[in-house]
């Protein structure tokens, strides 16, 4: 199940969440005012390599792993 990374559009929160692919845009509440009021972002996790010649392996990690 992938994690999307959500703003919601009353009070500015930003949040992540754990949900299914068909279920990503749906019945989204705020967990901080309780909004419905949400949007999906666009993970940083999403972009690997670039033009700067990033790592190919993908993930989230820093650049080195793990400290």
């Known amino acids: 199940m ?12 930003l949040y992540e969440q ?8 749906t019945n989204l ?14 993970s940083a996790c999403a ?3 670039g033009a700067s010649g990033g790592s190919s392996g993908g993930g989230c990690a820093p650049r080195g792993g793990f400290s």
């Open 47 to 49: 972009f690997t390599g």
């Open 18 to 25: 754990l949900r299914r692919m068909s279920e990503a845009d």
């Open 29 to 42: 509440q705020c967990p901080a005012c309780g909004s419905e009021k949400v949007q999906r972002q666009v």
């Open 2 to 13: 992938p994690m999307y990374e959500y703003r919601c559009q009353e009070c500015g929160k």
